[in-house]
């Protein structure tokens, strides 16, 4: 999808744009190349989906919260949920899939026993 468009998108559902701190929390662009080939000189032709992460504590679960909202606002329907439990009941995760118009969002809350394990993501993938 082209850049401006998918900014559009993902200002409109209320994704936090911070930057991403290397492998931590932040926001990540996945981008488009010509031919789908990147070299050092050429310029990204659209993005291909956008992650956005926090680790730790609980302020995530409300990020992903009003990012549902907003989205439900534009019309994208709950298609699918997930959820799964770790036998020994360590950790817990819970996952919804969001659609409209091709684009895809994806929201995971990861629990853990203690809020520093906690880890919550949010995904856009864009139409190719």
Not at 6 to 23: D, M, Q, T
Not at 44 to 71: D, F, L, M, Y
Request: hydrophobic share 30%; net charge positive; with cysteine.
């Amino acid at each position: 999808m082209e850049i401006k468009a998918a900014k559009k998108i993902l200002k409109s559902i209320k994704l936090p744009n911070s930057k991403a701190k290397g492998f931590a929390d932040g926001t990540r662009y996945t981008y488009e190349y010509p031919e789908g080939k990147r070299s050092w000189n050429s310029e990204p032709i659209g993005v291909r989906h956008v992650t956005w992460q926090k680790s730790g504590g609980h302020g995530g679960s409300k990020v992903i919260s009003k990012v549902i909202e907003a989205a439900e606002a534009l019309g994208f329907k709950d298609l699918a949920e997930t959820s799964s439990v770790h036998p020994d009941g360590s950790t817990t995760t819970r996952g919804h899939t969001y659609v409209k118009d091709g684009i895809t969002i994806q929201t995971s809350r990861h629990y853990g026993c203690w809020a520093p394990d906690n880890r919550f993501t949010i995904t856009v993938i864009f139409p190719a």
